[in-house]
C-alpha cells in the first residue's frame, strides 16, 4: 500500500485547451466566451479550490510524455530495444537518432509539459487574485503557490534541456488573446533565468521533507527546488555555485541514503529515505475510462516498457550487463555471500547488490525475481541470439509483489508503481562531480565511497590503514577519476533514472571534457562482446544449463561457434546520430504550423 495516496480530482476547467499551440480552433477557443467554463466569478474563490486546482498540476506527472522515460533511455546508452537480435526488426526512431520534429513523442512531451505549465498559472492567478481576502490562511497560501511555481519552473525546465538549445517559449500567464497565445521562443539565458526565480521561490517556501501539516509526503518539497537548482548551476559548470544547493540537500533536508536493500526499487521502498522527488501512482484509485498511455488512470505503462517484447521496451545494453556484473565485491562485507542450500557452505554471491537492486542478470540465482531464482525466470528471457536480452531493469516493474506483470490489477499496461524522480545519490554523486571538477579528489572519494558501500563494493582509493573494509589502492587523479565517474560511478547508480539525466550528463560533459553522445557511441560501436551459454546449479544441487548465449564476456572463447558475437548494438545510432541534429529535440511541427511568430 502506499503510504499517502494523492488525491487526484479530475478538475476539467477550460483544461480542453492544449497548453501550448496545437490548431486554429483552439486559438478561436481563446477569444470565445464559454457559459460551461469555470472562470474567476465562480471558481478559484479560496484556498481549498486553488488546491483543487493544485491537484490537476500533480496530475499532469501522470502522463508518460511529461518524461518520455523510455524514449530517453533508448536515446542514450541505457537502453536496448529488446525485440529481435541481433538487429531489432523496427527498431525505435529514438534508439537509431531518426526521431524529427514531426515525432508524436517529439510533440507530445512538449504538449504535455506546457499543460502543466498552463494548470500551474491557473494555480498561480488565483491565488494572487485571492491573496487580500480576509481570514486567508497565509502559511498554506504560501505553501500552495510555492508548489505552484515549483512546477511552473520544473516543467519549464524539462522544455529547456530538452528542446532547441534551451530557447523554447516562456510561459508565465494564461492566455488570453491570440497574440498571447502565439509566443515566440525566448533566448535560453531568459529561459534559464525565468526558471531560477521560480525555483527560488520554492525552494525558500516549499516545506522540507516530512513536515507539510498534512503529513503528505507526496508532496514537492524544498529538497527538490534545490536539487534542480544545483543541477541547473552544474550544467553550466558552475561548480562553486551547484555545490551550496547540493550541500544543502545533504547536510539540512532530513535524507539518508537507503541501506535497507529491501527498499531500493521495490514498492516497499516507495518515499525511503532518500527519496527526494517521487511521483505517486496508485492502484486504489484507477480510472479506466482513459487508455493506459495517456496519463488519465493514475497508473503508468512503464513496466510494460522495461519489460515487455516490443520494439519500444528499454532492455539493458551488453555494456550495462557486463558493466554491472563485474562490479568488485567486497570480500570484507559479510552482505556478498549466501548459504548455498545444495551443500550448507558459505559462498560469494554471483552478483553484487547493487547489480541485484537494479537490474535482472542470468548469474543472479541468489535473488528472487517475479518469485523465482533471477536465472531462473522465463518470458522475457535471457537471450542473445533472436528475441529476448542479456538484462532487464527492475526500476520501473513490479518484480518484487507478482509472479508476471500481467498479474497486475487491470493488467500489464497499469502499473501502481511510483516513479522516483530524484534521489539522494544524484545529490552526492553531482556532488562529487563537482568536486572533481575543483580537484578535491579526497572529498569526491569519500562522496562516491558512500554509495559504494551502501552496495558492499571495492572502495576507491587508498585504504589509508582502515583494513574493515575493502580499497582498490589507485592513486586517482582529476582525469583518472573523471573518467571512472563517467563511465562507471554515474551510469550505474543512476542509469535509467530521473527525466533525461544520462542525456543531460553527456551534454555538460561534452562541455566539460569533450566528451559527449557521440564519443560514447563510438566507444561502443568499437566494443565486442561474447554471450555464451551459462552453466549453474540450482538449489537443489541439480546442474543446469541455460542456452542461447546469455552470459556475456568480455573475452572471447576458444570455440567462436559455442558463443554470439554481439558487436552491433550501437553501430546504426553511430552512423546516424549528429550532435547538431540530436543533441536537443526540435520545435515539435504542430507548434511551428500553429505559431506564426516561430519559424
Known amino acids: ?57 500533480y496530475k499532469t506527472l501522470y502522463s508518460p510524455s511529461t518524461f518520455n522515460i523510455t524514449e530517453e533511455m533508448l536515446r542514450s546508452d541505457m537502453g536496448y530495444p529488446s525485440l529481435n537480435r541481433p538487429i531489432p526488426a523496427s527498431p525505435s526512431p529514438f534508439y ?40 486567508i490562511d497565509t502559511e498554506e497560501w504560501t505553501s500552495q503557490m510555492a508548489q505552484a511555481r515549483f512546477f511552473r519552473g520544473l516543467f519549464h525546465y524539462f522544455l529547456y534541456t530538452t528542446y532547441n538549445n534551451g530557447s523554447i517559449i516562456i510561459r508565465n500567464k494564461v492566455p488570453t488573446t491570440r497574440n498571447e497565445y502565439e509566443l515566440p521562443l525566448s533566448s535560453a539565458t531568459d529561459v534559464i533565468a525565468f526558471i531560477r526565480t521560480d525555483l527560488e521561490y520554492a525552494y525558500a517556501n516549499l516545506y522540507k521533507k516530512g513536515e507539510y501539516p498534512d503529513g503528505d509526503i507526496s508532496k514537492v518539497n524544498a529538497g527538490a527546488a534545490a536539487m534542480l537548482l544545483g543541477n541547473s548551476y552544474l550544467n553550466e559548470l558552475k561548480y562553486d555555485l551547484a555545490s551550496v544547493y547540493y550541500q544543502d540537500v545533504i547536510d ?46 493514475g497508473t503508468n505503462s512503464l513496466a510494460l516498457y522495461t519489460r515487455g517484447n516490443s520494439s519500444s521496451t528499454a532492455s539493458g545494453p551488453a555494456w550495462v ?58 518470458g522475457p528471457a535471457f537471450n542473445g541470439r533472436a ?70 563494493l571495492v572502495l576507491l582509493g587508498a585504504s589509508n590503514g582502515d583494513s574493515s573494509k ?7 587523479t582529476q582525469a583518472t577519476l573523471m573518467d571512472r565517474f563517467m563511465r ?31 564519443e560514447r557511441l563510438q566507444e561502443l560501436s568499437d566494443l565486442t562482446l561474447y554471450g555464451v551459454n551459462y552453466s549453474y546449479t540450482d538449489n ?25 558475437v554481439v558487436d552491433y548494438e550501437y553501430d546504426l545510432a553511430n552512423s546516424n546520430y549528429s550532435d547538431a541534429l540530436h543533441s536537443y529535440y526540435p520545435i515539435p511541427s504542430r507548434e511551428k504550423n500553429a505559431n506564426d511568430n516561430i519559424d
Open 470 to 476: 575493502t580499497y582498490d589502492e589507485e592513486a586517482y
Open 96 to 135: 537509431i537518432h531518426t526521431y524529427s520534429e514531426t515525432s508524436d513523442e517529439v510533440n507530445e512531451k512538449w504538449q504535455s509539459n506546457y499543460l502543466g505549465i498552463f494548470r500551474a498559472n491557473l494555480v498561480i492567478e488565483a491565488l494572487e487574485r485571492i491573496q487580500g481576502n480576509t481570514n
Open 252 to 297: 539540512n533536508h532530513g535524507y539518508e541514503l537507503e541501506t535497507d536493500l529491501s527498499k531500493m526499487f521495490t514498492t516497499a521502498g516507495e518515499f525511503n529515505s532518500e527519496s527526494i522527488f517521487e511521483v505517486n501512482f496508485t492502484a486504489d484509485n484507477v480510472n479506466l475510462n482513459y487508455g493506459p498511455w495517456d496519463g488519465g488512470t
Open 321 to 378: 550487463a557486463l558493466a554491472y556484473k563485474n562490479e568488485p565485491k567486497d570480500p570484507l562485507d559479510n552482505r556478498n555471500y549466501y548459504i548455498d542450500p545444495a551443500d550448507d557452505t558459505k559462498k560469494l554471491r554471483n552478483v553484487p547488490l547493487r547489480a541485484s537492486s537494479m537490474i535482472a542478470l542470468v548469474e543472479d540465482y541468489q535473488t528472487t525475481y517475479y518469485q523465482a531464482p533471477t536465472t531462473d525466470v522465463t
Open 387 to 456: 528475441w529476448g536480452g542479456f538484462a532487464w531493469w527492475k526500476k520501473y516493474t513490479n518484480h518484487d509483489i507478482v509472479a508476471a506483470e500481467r498479474d497486475i490489477p487491470n493488467g500489464v499496461a497499469y502499473s501502481a508503481k511510483n516513479l522516483t524522480v530524484i534521489r539522494l545519490s544524484e545529490t552526492i554523486l553531482n556532488l562529487a562531480e563537482c568536486k572533481i571538477k575543483t580537484n578535491d579528489i579526497t572529498g569526491a572519494l569519500k562522496l562516491i565511497n558512500q554509495i559504494r558501500q551502501r552496495w558492499g
Open 540 to 564: 537443489t544441487g541439480a546442474a543446469k544449463l541455460k542456452q542461447n548465449f546469455p552470459s556475456l564476456t568480455a573475452t572471447a572463447p576458444a570455440d567462436l561457434n559455442a558463443a554470439t
Open 488 to 518: 562507471i560511478e554515474k551510469p550505474l547508480e543512476l542509469g535509467a533514472e530521473g527525466h533525461a539525466m544520462r542525456w543531460t550528463d553527456f551534454l555538460r560533459w561534452k562541455k566539460s571534457d569533450n566528451y559527449g553522445f557521440k
Open 1 to 57: 500500500m502506499k503510504n499517502i495516496i494523492l488525491k487526484i480530482t479530475l478538475f476539467t476547467f477550460a483544461l480542453g485547451f492544449i497548453a501550448s499551440c496545437t490548431d486554429e480552433v483552439k486559438r478561436d477557443f481563446l477569444e470565445q466566451e464559454n457559459p460551461n467554463e469555470a472562470t474567476s466569478a465562480n471558481f478559484w474563490r479560496d484556498l481549498t479550490e486553488t488546491q483543487k486546482g493544485l491537484y490537476s498540476v
